[in-house]
Each structure stands twice: as structure tokens, then as C-alpha cells.
């Protein structure tokens, strides 16, 4: 049997090397893992891992605040800021401060906790007070926040309660979050209620609606005068009738 001459060696040589680069990439592509889509964000996920916010995240809980924030985050391009009070800010409230909220309040309270939109610590260095929360009034007049800040000390103030934003706790948008170790207790809860508007004056069914009746006024009875002037009267004249027969007579 006659030998492979070099040059049936070199075309087989290339020809294996060039199968060898086809089969490659092949390979390759067939065994790259696909991207996978980010896991939605879970502000419920985000507080239980920093731990001490489990009040917080109960009270998000039980109004669906926490639902409302889920929803908006991974659907919103402007995103959400939420300041998450610890469980000591909350035991540090007045006895009874939480009890004595109605569940609307309630809400009022945890939507106070929110801004609209995802700030970064450096927006707040040059943000016009005050900011929007997300809570309102009946009357639809948005609560406010004021934020002032020296040197690397920022401080949130609600008029009645000022606390230190120092401890960052997620601040990659669409959500930031931020520590304070005092609950924003909005100065909207210590204004007196409007008071009740006072009741309508009853009026009469008088047709004139002035409570009075539009009947003519009752005349005095007839005693009999007009009828005795008459009858004199006629008395006098048949007198004189009779005298002036008499005389003709």
C-alpha cells in the first residue's frame, strides 16, 4: 500500500481544522447560559434582609402600602423614595400614638413615608422644600417634608419631628430607601378638626318661605254697628216721608 503524500497530509490537516472552527462557536453558542430578566424589586425582601424594620414592614403589610410600592417600582420610570422608621422608632412613639390612628390615618402615616420619585443623597443637597409625599388631606392638599443639609449631615424635618438620614439602605434607583430612627409623625395630625358646620334655620311653609303665613290678616268680627246705622237710616227717611203726607193732608 502505497504512503499519503504530503500534500494528501496537509489537505487533511486543514480540512480537520476547519471543522474543528465550525464545530466551536456551535458548541459554544449551544452551551451559554440565556440572560436571564432581573427579579422584580420587594421592599417586604429589602426591609427583612436589613433586619429591625419588621413594624414597619407589618404596618406596609396590613394597609397594602407595600403592594402599592412593589407595583410602582418595578413599573414607573420616576421610581420611589421611602424613609423605613426601625422598630425602636416606633416603641420611642407615645404609648398609644399607633392605637389612637384611624385606619385611614394609618395610611396617611406610611404614604408620609414616601416621595414620588427616587433621590439619591445628592438631590437633596440642592432640593426645593418642601417635597411631595405621597399622603394628602381630605381636602387633597399634600403632606411635605423639609430637608436641610450641612456638610455631610442631612436631616428630614415633618415641623413636629426632625431626625439624621445617615444609614443608606438601598440606593440604586427606581427605589431608595433610607433609615430614620424616628417615626415622621405629619403636623397635619396636631391641627384641630374644621368645625361642623352649623344646621340650617328651620323655616315656616308660609308660601312667602319667610316663616310667615301669606293669609290676609284676620278683620275684627261684625258686632252689628254697620247694621244699625243702616236701619237708622232708613228709619229717619220713612219718618220724614210720613210727616211731609200729614201735613199735605
Excluded at 405621597?134 to 450641612?150: E, I, V, Y
Amino acid at each position: 500500500m502505497a504512503a499519503p503524500s504530503a500534500s494528501s497530509l496537509l489537505a487533511l490537516s486543514l480540512t480537520t481544522l476547519l471543522a474543528s472552527l465550525l464545530f466551536i462557536p456551535a458548541a459554544y453558542a449551544q452551551s451559554a447560559p440565556a440572560p436571564t430578566a432581573p427579579e422584580p424589586i420587594d421592599i417586604f425582601a429589602i426591609l427583612q434582609k436589613a433586619g429591625q424594620y419588621d413594624t414597619f414592614s407589618r404596618l406596609l403589610n396590613e394597609t397594602s402600602t407595600g403592594n402599592q410600592i412593589n407595583n410602582q417600582v418595578n413599573n414607573s420610570k420616576e421610581g420611589m423614595t421611602v424613609f423605613a422608621p426601625t422598630d425602636n422608632a416606633f416603641q420611642n412613639l407615645p404609648t398609644g400614638t399607633l392605637n389612637n390612628l384611624s385606619d385611614q390615618q394609618k395610611v396617611q402615616l406610611l404614604l408620609y413615608h414616601i416621595l414620588p420619585k427616587c433621590y439619591t443623597l445628592q438631590n437633596f443637597q440642592t432640593i426645593s422644600n418642601p417635597v411631595r409625599t405621597l399622603a394628602t388631606g381630605q381636602d387633597g392638599r399634600p403632606f411635605g417634608l423639609n430637608f436641610t443639609s450641612q456638610a455631610n449631615q442631612l436631616n428630614v424635618s415633618t415641623g413636629i419631628v426632625e431626625v439624621q438620614i445617615y444609614n443608606t439602605v438601598r440606593k440604586d434607583c427606581p427605589l431608595a430607601v433610607y433609615q430614620v430612627d424616628k417615626v415622621l409623625l405629619p403636623v397635619e395630625f396636631t391641627e384641630p378638626s374644621p368645625p361642623a358646620a352649623s344646621p340650617a334655620p328651620k323655616t315656616g311653609g308660609g308660601a312667602a318661605g319667610n316663616g310667615t303665613s301669606s293669609a290676609a290678616p284676620a278683620t275684627p268680627a261684625d258686632n252689628g254697628s254697620g247694621a244699625g246705622k243702616m236701619g237708622f237710616g232708613l228709619g229717619l227717611a220713612s219718618g220724614i216721608l210720613f210727616l211731609c203726607m200729614w201735613i199735605l193732608i
